[in-house]
Antibody, heavy 119, light 107 residues
Framework: EVQLVESGGGLVQPGRSLRVSCAAS????????MSWVRQAPGKGLEWVAN????????YYVDSVKGRFTISRDNAKNLLYLQMNSLRVEDTAVYFC????????????WGQGTLVTVSS | SYGLTQPPSVSVSPGQTASITCSGD??????VCWYQQTPGQSPVLVIY???KRPSGIPERFSGSNSGNTATLTISETQTMDEADYYC??????????FGGGTKLTVL
């Protein structure tokens, strides 16, 4: 069974950093593009970042470029999102999601981890 | 930047057909997918590549995409279908783009 389990969320002050993780199991992690998608409280979904199987290509939504970094460890089946210079508007549940080959949608999702940016 | 527009809410009676639209510039030239999200849960993919259903999704769910509008159709709507629905496409410049979501009420 495909499982994606996020962790690392919490309360952080504006301007600080936080790293969230996603542990993958039940499939060959290194064969898939992976993504982060977020959802602010009571709001809709927003794609954040994608990373290629080998980490060689990464794409970001404009609002996080230069502040967030997506990465992965295929040996450990882990996906990361390093978030720097956090802003109040980054407050959201962060979901990791699996992207099928040669397609651009999110076929499996984790349960999400809440990041709250507040002073 | 590229945007997708959905109606905020749609209401339908049980057993009837619900249609949720998603509009965007030349959307028919892109693949569209749809997600269902119930309160407190993660989104679930219900339609991908305009009209394909993942395994485990009932045949009542169908999709189409042409021109500037994609449509999710739920036939014989059940109370369990009450949820938020999001369309999504990929734009070469904007990346992954979601619609604002539509709250489907079954009453």
């Amino acid at each position: 069974e495909v499982q994606l389990v996020e962790s690392g969320g919490g309360l952080v002050q504006p301007g600080r950093s936080l790293r969230v993780s996603c542990a993958a199991s039940g499939f060959t992690f290194s064969n898939y593009w992976m993504s982060w998608v977020r959802q602010a409280p009571g709001k809709g979904l927003e794609w954040v970042a994608n990373i290629k199987q080998d980490g060689g290509e990464r794409y970001y939504v404009d609002s996080v470029k230069g502040r967030f970094t997506i990465s992965r460890d295929n040996a450990k089946n882990l996906l990361y999102l390093q978030m720097n210079s956090l802003r109040v508007e980054d407050t959201a549940v962060y979901f990791c999601a699996r992207v099928p080959s040669s397609s651009w949608y999110f076929e499996k999702w984790g349960q999400g981890t809440l990041v709250t940016v507040s002073s | 930047s590229y945007g997708l527009t959905q109606p905020p809410s749609v209401s339908v009676s049980p057993g009837q057909t619900a249609s949720i639209t998603c509009s965007g510039d030349k959307l028919g030239d892109k693949y569209v997918c749809w997600y269902q999200q119930t309160p407190g849960q993660s989104p679930v993919l219900v339609i991908y590549q305009d009209s394909k259903r993942p395994s485990g999704i009932p045949e009542r769910f169908s999709g189409s995409n042409s021109g500037n509008t994609a449509t999710l159709t739920i036939s014989e709507t059940q109370t369990m279908d009450e949820a938020d629905y999001y369309c999504q496409a990929w734009d070469i410049s904007a990346g992954g783009v979601f619609g604002g979501g539509t709250k489907l009420t079954v009453l």
